[in-house]
């Protein structure tokens, strides 16, 4: 059964930083898409950023890129998302996602229903 648990969100002021953490397992995390979408309140779940485990190559929501970096440290079956210079408009739940490594490009990489395992979720909130 696969699980991602996600971590490290918070309360932080416009222009600082936070990096979230999603603790995959249950399986084999070396073949996946790996994601973080965001959705606020009455809005739809987008994709911010995507990495193909054990790979390099990223890809990134045009309102982050610049500010946030997603990463993996596959030792630890686990993926990261340093969000620097933050903004009002990050304010959301973040996820954690992952699905087959096919979707990783940049056409499919944001679209929600070509992942099928699911985080809980962790808030993030930016205030002025």
């Known amino acids: 059964q696969v699980q991602l648990v996600e971590s490290g969100g918070g309360s932080v002021q416009a222009g600082g930083s936070l990096r979230l953490s999603c603790a995959a397992s249950?399986?084999?995390?070396?073949?996946?898409?790996m994601a973080w979408f965001r959705q606020s309140p009455g809005k739809e779940r987008d994709g911010v950023a995507a990495?193909?485990?054990?790979?390099?190559?990223?890809y990134y929501a045009d309102s982050v890129k610049g500010r946030f970096t997603i990463s993996q440290d596959n030792a630890k079956n686990t993926l990261y998302l340093q969000m620097h210079s933050l903004k009002t408009e990050d304010t959301a739940i973040y996820y954690c996602?992952?699905?087959?490594?096919?979707?990783?490009?940049?056409?499919?990489?944001?679209?929600?229903?070509?992942?099928?395992?699911w985080g809980q979720g962790t808030q993030v909130t930016v205030s002025s």
């Open positions: 249950g399986y084999t995390y070396s073949t996946s898409c």
């Open positions: 990495i193909k485990s054990g790979g390099d190559t990223s």
């Open positions: 996602a992952a699905g087959h490594p096919i979707f990783c490009s940049g056409s499919t990489w944001a679209t929600r229903s070509n992942f099928g395992s």
